[in-house]
């Protein structure tokens, strides 16, 4: 404002002046506001002129801090897939992701229950450390790892220790220790099953083995398969460090999840089959099973002197179906084995003896979560003291049935101390209190045919189980 | 007691022959097409994209295989500190030999002497530096003595990370070398001249985007061919203009397969074959189509070639000793360029 009063006087004293000087008399009052308004007209143009620069030079200042910021938001995005990042999610665990491709993760699986029996049974109430699992997993181009130990026990084992080549999302070959391509129940998760312990099939089904697996997904996804050669596990046991008899286990599994590509709201069905087929020869509890209640008591084994002496076969038909709140999950599956009486009463004496289990399970989220094989994956409301949220409420319920081979006794199991039939029904709630931490509370009983001295009937089992579980 | 031992059987050869299968079924999964990776410099995008695509065609009629290109573009200097870095480039297509070269001494990725294997230096196209300006050049600069003048905005890149910077400021050494004769003042010159700088880009083709796109700054220093795109633009046209310096420089964008990483992939054939397509009649006229100067003029209809003015050209072996010798006195650290721009 200072310049344009001074331009202005400026002007004005210029206009003036040189009137004087070119004509000596006094202009008119008309002339000299027609000289003022030229003289503004001109001020005018200079102002213009002037405030136009300004504007001009302010413009390209605003542009080059403008650009130059957009250059450092490129920058940081370049240094973003070039620099090691470290991540921490409640979903995905720690995650280090270096130039190149390559990413490790850490994850955590923790376990506690607290184990209560109805009186009769042999078992001890008490509180039970049931899982403690670091896992590392890694992947490096077209390869992947996983090694989780299992911390639990007394001393340490490793339940997955693996490498995976993914050629292709059709075909992925997996090396080292890892599940058997088997038992529906088996292959969940163990931080995802609806209740604290697994159903009677699983009895049957091979565990964690060691071996070559290929597998992959085809259809869109919509089928899998796997098919892999392993040492050999018994039933319901995962497999042993070294092959202990010499014999493989070849394991094949197809599952079809007919409505994963359908735009329709028709639910996740999944069915599948799968069967293991080897010899195994030896005796004792590397080569023969031993069954288990759901309260992990042993109702059913093979006498001392029994071996296994041939081909363990097993087959399974599986499937569950979730929509909305509401899911189901039935599984059968059938085993048997090749034994021989190796000494005493009946020595030499061979059968084949089939064993099998069904069940079936279901569950409702009462919160209103979506149910799905993975468990409730995610909270809508996670629960925060001082907050409005409760987590996730899940109801779960199961019943299912194992029955051994009416051959096997009495020359292969001793029907006093052996069950030859158990039936089993359980009642579950789980609160999913946030993503990763969860309480689960279930009751499950048992009945049973035989198992007892002089022809009687094992004593029914009553458990209550509770769990608290962090996984991350 | 139940058998069945039928069952058994074919359910247990069955599995046995699934498993047998299992080598050959990872097998059929890892044979793919070859695919090749060209880390290329940033004003050769669309060079490059109509090019692949023209060998693509050429080797499947050829040998009936087919070849996948996929492309990395960016400033020169950092291409090839990402290729060193582990991003496995089958062939690089850079600004400038000095980044290729530091392939060979720094990441032992290929020989010394990669420049001798291909025609020409291994540059099958050359092209110079020119100034664009906005319409009607309303700063009136006609040569590189305008760019250090106060109230100009010059826009180049970062001569540390771009090939086309180092050709800039090299065509700007060259003109005031001639001009003042005297190295103090070449140092003030390009002193004075990278003050009137607003924003140094990484590449060529950003400083394109500073100056067009964001309309900063009055003059461009650019690759010819980024100046000629920029006029055959449609979203451009009518808004520029070039000015043709007094002196440039002739800039030799050079070509190298990685003997490193065609090795590890199994494509030197297809490398090798995807350079030496560069050369030929099909190659040289897409060169040219796109505005580099064809290295063989004599393979490109007159038409293409008319489009390149006469600009009086030094080079860099002429004027500088070579890439190796102008690469350390000037970009170095604590070289030329870091006396002359201080951040």
């Known amino acids: 404002m200072p310049l344009k009063r001074t331009l202005l006087a400026l002007a004005i004293g210029l206009a003036v002046l040189p009137a004087h000087a070119a004509n000596p008399r006094d202009p008119t009052t008309l002339e000299l506001l027609a000289r003022i308004a030229a003289l503004e007209e001109r001020l005018a143009a200079v102002e213009g002129h002037y405030e136009t620069t300004q504007v001009a030079e302010v413009d390209q200042r605003l542009r080059v801090v403008e650009r130059k910021q957009e250059l450092q938001a490129e920058a940081d995005a370049a240094r973003a897939t070039t620099a090691t990042t470290l991540a921490l999610d409640a979903g995905k665990g720690l995650s280090v992701k270096a130039p190149g491709g390559l990413e490790v993760k850490l994850r955590g699986l923790l376990q506690g229950d607290a184990r209560f029996f109805a009186n009769g049974s042999s078992q001890n109430d008490g509180f039970l450390l049931r899982r403690v699992e670091p896992t590392i997993e890694g992947s490096w181009g077209i390869a992947s790892f996983r090694i989780t130990p299992q911390l639990a026990g007394d001393s340490a084992t490793i339940n997955d220790a693996y490498i995976d080549l993914k050629f292709d999302p059709r075909a992925s070959v997996r090396i080292g220790k890892a599940k058997a391509p088997f038992g529906l129940e088996r292959l969940q998760s163990s931080a995802s099953t609806a209740q604290v312990e697994l159903g009677l099939p699983s009895e049957l089904a091979p ?38 008899d010499g014999e493989f286990e070849y394991v094949g599994r197809l599952f079809w999840e007919p409505f994963k590509n359908s735009a329709s709201n028709a639910g ?77 009463t009946g020595a030499g004496t061979r059968a084949t003896l089939r064993n099998d289990a069904w069940q079936i399970s279901g569950g409702w989220v009462l919160t209103g979560e979506d149910a799905g094989y993975r468990g409730v994956v995610k909270p809508s409301s996670p629960f925060a003291i001082g907050g409005d949220g409760w ?35 359980g009642l579950g709630l789980n609160w999913y209190l946030t993503q990763n931490f969860k309480l689960v509370t279930n009751y499950t009983q048992a009945s049973f045919d035989g198992g007892a001295a002089a022809g009687a009937d094992r004593a029914d089992e009553k458990a209550l189980f509770t769990r608290a579980q962090l996984s991350f | 007691m139940k058998t069945h031992h039928d069952t058994r059987t074919t359910l247990r050869n069955l599995l046995f022959g699934m498993a ?65 870095d582990g991003l496995e480039a089958d062939v690089v297509t850079l600004a400038l030999s000095a980044d290729i070269d530091v392939l060979a001494t720094n990441g032992k ?28 050049n309303p700063k009136g600069i006609k040569d590189w003595g305008d ?57 060529a083709r950003g400083s394109t985007t500073t100056f067009v796109e964001r309309g900063i700054g009055d003059v461009l220093l650019a690759w010819e061919n980024e100046a000629l795109l920029t006029l055959n633009d449609a979203s451009t046209r009518g808004k520029f203009e070039i000015v043709v310096p007094s002196i440039s420089i002739k800039a030799e964008p050079p070509v190298a397969w990685v003997d ?54 030094v080079t860099i072996d002429g004027a500088f000793g070579g890439w190796k010798k102008a690469q350390a006195e000037h970009f170095g650290d604590g070289g030329f360029f870091d006396r002359i721009y201080k951040p």
């Open chain 2, 147 to 203: 760019l250090a003048k106060p109230g100009i905005g010059v826009i180049t890149p970062n001569p540390k990370t771009s090939g086309g910077a180092r050709w800039n400021y090299l065509a700007a050494w060259a003109w005031a070398s001639r001009e003042y004769r005297d190295g103090d003042k070449v140092v003030g010159y390009l002193t004075r001249l990278f003050k009137n700088v607003p924003v140094l880009d990484t590449g």
């Open chain 1, 207 to 244: 565990g964690r083995d060691i071996g070559v697996q290929l597998s992959g997904d085809v259809a869109g996804g919509a089928l899998n398969y796997g098919i892999g050669v392993y040492n050999g596990a018994v039933d319901g046991r995962d497999g042993l460090t070294a092959n202990p």
């Open chain 1, 391 to 425: 987590g996730a409420l899940e109801l779960a319920a199961r019943y299912g049935r194992l029955e051994i081979d009416e051959g096997a006794f009495p020359l292969f199991a001793n029907a006093a101390s052996s069950a030859q039939a158990i039936r089993s029904w």
């Open chain 2, 20 to 84: 047998l299968a299992l080598p050959a079924f990872a097998g059929l999964a890892n044979g793919k097409d070859k695919e090749l990776l060209n880390v290329s410099y940033d004003p050769t995008r669309e060079f490059y994209a109509e090019f692949n695509k023209a060998f693509a065609a050429d080797w499947k009629a050829k040998t009936g295989e087919t070849v996948a290109i996929r492309a990395s573009h960016g400033g020169s200097g950092k291409q090839a500190r990402s290729v060193i």
């Open chain 2, 109 to 136: 990725l290929l020989p010394a002497n990669w420049q001798a294997r291909l025609p020409h230096n291994s540059a099958p196209y050359t092209s110079t530096i020119v100034f664009l300006v906005r319409k009607g």
């Open chain 1, 268 to 344: 996740t069905l999944g069915i599948g089959v799968a069967a293991s087929v080897g010899d195994t020869v030896g005796s004792g509890n590397n080569f023969l099973p031993r069954y288990r209640t759901p309260g992990q008591e042993q109702f059913f084994g093979y006498g001392s002197n029994i071996a296994a002496d041939g081909e363990r076969l097993r087959q399974t038909v599986q499937g569950y179906y979730y929509r909305g709140t509401f899911g189901v999950l039935g599984e059968w599956i059938e085993s048997s084995q090749d034994v021989r009486v190796a000494s005493g």
């Open chain 2, 260 to 313: 490193k990483n065609v090795a590890k992939h199994g494509t030197r054939k297809q490398a090798e074959a995807y350079l030496r397509f560069l050369y030929s009649a099909k190659g040289q006229a897409l060169a040219a189509k796109h505005f580099y100067r064809p290295a063989e003029p004599d393979k490109v209809p007159a038409a293409l070639l008319a489009q390149f003015p006469e600009v009086s050209q």
